[in-house]
């Protein structure tokens, strides 16, 4: 029974994962067109509009999912259906009220949230996304549910369904309004009219779930009371909403002085600024690419690592932290490199309209960024399956508060101004990670070799970059077809595959990967067969 348990589970953990990284391709496919139709300005608007959106939905709705599915999955295995029934109504109350509240906030005082961002060209779109907040309560009860009776699926599928609204019905938008001729803002708007409508089928999808999946009571059991669950509620939600929400109010305030800033004490006009962070976000939107991609492997560890630890064997422990570790820097390091070497060849691939040696040097430092947001988040997860969920959030604070001192300073310097931006970020994550690497060698028993966990991978990284530029800019200069936009297409495509030709034969010459690394992996034994990895 315990192993089948345990392989639910982890089937459960790799829908999720699968899940996620569909909805991450769908939302490049989403976002990178739609920057192209708005440009700088409208890119501006549409991510100052989401900043809001996103720190309200994850202050209201990340951690009472999960202390929901722990709730109801433990009154489920007890056979306490009555007490499951009522964790939930409970629950969706909570959720719908602070649905509500969120509502209010950003549909009557969307002009409050516009100007807290020196941007009022963002309010329509603050208010377009207000109806999503409600949806998304609705949303996170129904997901909290079926994670707590062990079944992933539903989730996975609900934000399937979210990203192809937001693809299909956010693109069209946009680009209709825009050829009647509306304003870039009023076309953001439309942009963000995709992630509300996606949300409403979403949660309709998961009502229909919900009632299909919904057995009669069978159990006689007392549940407790309205007051104690949403008690037990709080307490589990609270450290989990801090941590989650820690990234998002951050930003909000980030965006805040970078962008008032640049207008105060630079004198830009609101539509420079608007075309300087439009630049920069669109950097931000492949920076965010690699930390998505860890979403498989963070699931992981978590349980991987509970379970060693639960049965006190300390060898698996240490073998399961080094290899998240080096797995981790073996993912991590090529992609934020890659950014880093081919920067500007990418922006200019992707956002052809922009201003791509802007752009490039913007993503050149957020590349090295993302890296280090891959390593905190592995460490993370190795602090919180040690059971300490408080250290992530106070690093996380500390380099927040760094972050923000430094964006507020250097923005204000003219030969710097909006690089303070993605240099915050750099600084921000780094020191963070390096603190949680800093407190895994504290918290584990055997101290993880740091040096040669990373230094195989760092080289091998670093020559794939050097790879990777060196190949574009030989290409670049002698090579042309077609058009200059195949042409860009064909240069950045051949100098990835010759990239990751190079990096593929490092690993296995310099021999990164060791077989425990590969277990973590989907299909890890088949692949280390394959590549008779020992």
């Not at 192809?164 to 509306?182: D, M, P, Q, T």
């Not at 995709?194 to 007392?222: E, K, Q, W």
């Amino acid at each position: 029974m315990a192993q089948a348990k345990k392989q639910s589970f982890f089937g459960g953990a790799a829908v999720l994962a699968a899940g996620v990284v569909i909805v991450k391709i769908i939302g490049a496919l989403y976002k990178i067109p739609l920057y192209n139709i708005l440009g700088e300005m409208g890119t501006a608007d549409f991510y100052n509009a989401y900043n809001i959106y996103a720190a309200l939905l994850t202050v209201s709705t990340t951690g009472l999912p999960v202390a929901l599915s722990k709730m109801v999955s433990e009154a489920n295995t007890l056979g306490r259906e009555n007490q499951a029934r009522r964790v939930f109504r409970v629950s969706a109350l909570t959720f719908l009220t602070l649905g509500a509240l969120s509502f209010a906030l950003m549909w009557f005082g969307n002009d409050f949230c516009a100007g807290l961002l020196h941007n009022p060209r963002a309010a329509f779109g603050i208010r377009v996304l207000a109806p999503a907040v409600i949806c998304v309560g609705g949303l996170s009860a129904f997901r909290g549910c079926a994670q707590g009776g062990f079944r992933m699926t539903p989730t996975a599928v609900s934000q399937i369904i979210e990203a192809v609204c937001k693809l299909v019905i956010g693109l069209g938008f946009a680009h209709y309004l825009l050829s009647i001729n509306e304003s870039v803002s009023v076309a953001a708007g439309g942009a963000i009219a995709g992630v509300t409508v996606g949300t409403l089928f979403a949660l309709g999808y998961m009502a229909l779930d919900y009632v299909n999946h919904r057995a009669p009571i069978t159990s006689n059991d007392i549940p407790g009371s309205n007051g104690a669950i949403l008690r037990q509620l709080v307490s589990i939600a609270v450290p989990i909403t801090l941590s989650s929400s820690m990234v998002s109010i951050f930003t909000i305030v980030d965006t805040s002085l970078v962008q008032g800033q640049l207008q105060n004490a630079l004198g830009y006009t609101l539509d420079e600024t608007r075309r300087l962070y439009g630049t920069y976000s669109s950097g931000m939107n492949l920076y965010n690419l690699p930390p998505s991609m860890m979403t498989a492997l963070t699931i992981s560890v978590i349980p991987a690592v509970s379970t060693s630890l639960a049965k006190k064997d300390r060898e698996s422990t240490a073998r399961l932290v080094s290899s998240s570790l080096r797995v981790t820097g073996m993912l991590a390091f090529p992609m934020g490199l890659g950014l880093w070497a081919l920067s500007e060849p990418i922006m200019k691939l992707c956002y052809p309209k922009y201003d791509s040696e802007l752009g490039g040097q913007l993503l050149a430092v957020l590349g090295l960024a993302s890296l280090f947001v891959c390593l905190m988040l592995v460490a993370n997860s190795i602090l919180q399956a040690h059971g300490h969920v408080r250290m992530p959030v106070l690093t996380m604070f500390i380099g927040g508060v760094i972050k923000i001192f430094l964006n507020y300073n250097l923005t204000a310097v003219p030969s710097i101004n909006i690089h303070a931006a993605p240099i915050g970020t750099l600084v921000c994550f780094s020191v963070t990670a390096i603190l949680n690497l800093i407190l895994v060698y504290r918290v584990v028993e055997d101290k993880p070799d740091y040096f040669a966990i990373f230094a195989r991978p760092l080289l091998a990284s670093l020559i794939m970059a050097i790879c990777a530029r060196g190949s574009y800019s030989l290409l670049s200069a002698h090579f042309h077809v077609g058009g200059a936009k195949l042409t860009q297409l064909v240069n950045v495509g051949i100098s990835v595959v010759l990239a990751m030709i190079a990096y593929a034969v490092l690993i296995v010459v310099l021999r990164v990967i060791t077989k425990d690394d590969l277990a973590l992996l989907p299909k890890g034994d088949k692949l280390a067969r394959l590549l008779r990895v020992k």
